[in-house]
């Protein structure tokens, strides 16, 4: 009787001792998470005309990824390409502007476009810019849902300044006007020393005309 007591404890024992080891069997695993999506833009900052390209990588493979594009204004801040100078002495900021006549204007660049990630869920693509400021780009997995983002600044084109720089002298600079009054004037009298002196020839031939023709000048008998 004592030993079938025993074994019976026993028995009990193990049994509660294996319900906590059961129960945490029976919980259900969190579901894998795959890394989350990325997507990068190199070179970060371009010019005006060159290209970024978009590297998208941790979507699913084979979907589509629509990328949305926003563009914002540059800051005040950005430095000027050149400057001019005004009538009154004082500069201005001037900045290039790409023409080019006779051309059909380019289309501007698309805001919203789609791209296929490969079997790894990677994409490269190009993108060309046809207005400067800053780009931000958004890439959504239409099947997994998954959003990376990534910005890139365009600045304008780097062309050479179409004015002097700016005099920093404490005199105002020579314009054509100034430089065109003494020439006139220089060239008046250099027309009057002119006449005076072919007057003043005229004046001795006849003066010498004159005296041969008196009697007893000379040359006369």
């Known amino acids: 009787m004592r030993l079938s007591r025993i074994i019976m404890a026993l028995t009990v024992g193990l049994a509660v001792a294996a ?30 005309g060159e290209t970024f390209t978009l590297r ?60 296929t990630a490969d079997g790894d869920g990677a994409f490269t693509v190009q993108y060309r810019p046809t207005r400067t400021g800053r780009y931000t780009f958004t890439a959504t997995g239409l099947t997994s849902g998954r959003i990376a983002s990534a910005t890139g600044t365009v600045l304008p084109v780097h062309g050479r300044p179409t004015t002097r720089p700016p005099h920093h002298g404490g005199h105002l600079p020579v314009t054509g006007d100034s430089i065109g009054t003494p ?9 009057a020393g002119a006449v005076l002196l072919l007057a003043s020839l005229a004046w001795r031939r006849r003066r010498r005309g004159g005296a041969e023709a008196r009697p007893g000048g000379p040359g006369r008998l």
């Open 56 to 115: 998208g990588t941790g979507f699913q493979a084979g979907e589509t990824v629509r990328i949305d594009v926003a563009i914002s204004n540059l800051p005040a801040a950005a430095p000027a390409e050149g400057t001019a100078r005004r009538s009154d002495g004082s500069t201005v900021a001037m900045a290039a502007v790409a023409y080019t006549p006779n051309r059909a204007q380019p289309q501007p660049a698309p805001t919203t476009f789609t791209v």
């Open 183 to 191: 020439l006139k004037l220089g060239g008046g009298l250099a027309a």
């Open 19 to 48: 319900v906590p080891t059961a129960a945490g069997a029976a919980q259900p695993q969190p579901p894998y998470v795959p890394p989350g999506a990325a997507l990068t833009v190199s070179p970060t900052t371009i010019r005006l």
